[in-house]
């Protein structure tokens, strides 16, 4: 059984950064691509990065395309996402999700292209 984990939201400023952690368990981490999406209140799930299995391709959404960074820590079975520069419009429930199958890249940003998804954890930009 797959588990994620997110940590590190909470309430942060404008113009500030906040770095998110999702730990994983229950099979070879190392072997997945890994994202995160969010859900802002009254909105759909939206894609905002993924990153390869071993780190070495990333793909970001447009709206945080320069601001925010995914990396992963394969001896850790961790995946992190660093948010600078936030912004009002970046609150939301931030997920990392996880695939049962085996990708070849980072270049997946469909939500039924991940199988497993974390608790979630906020993420609250103040103006």
């Given at each position: 059984?797959?588990?994620l984990v ?12 906040q ?8 099979r070879?981490?190392s ?17 905002v990065?993924?990153?390869g299995w071993?780190?070495g391709?990333?793909?970001y ?33 931030y ?18 292209e ?14």
């Amino acid at each position: 059984q797959v588990q994620l984990v997110e940590s590190g939201g909470g309430l942060v400023q404008a113009g500030g950064s906040q770095r998110l952690s999702c730990a994983a368990s229950g099979r070879t981490f190392s072997s997945y691509t890994m994202g995160w999406f969010r859900q802002a209140p009254g909105k759909e799930r939206a894609f905002v990065a993924a990153i390869g299995w071993n780190g070495g391709s990333t793909y970001y959404a447009d709206s945080v395309k320069g601001r925010f960074t995914i990396s992963r820590d394969n001896a850790k079975n961790t995946v992190y996402l660093q948010m600078n520069n936030l912004k009002p419009e970046d609150t939301a429930v931030y997920y990392c999700a996880a695939p049962d199958r085996r990708y070849t890249s980072a270049y997946y940003y469909r939500k039924g292209e991940y199988d497993y998804w974390g608790q979630g954890t906020q993420v609250t930009v103040s103006s």
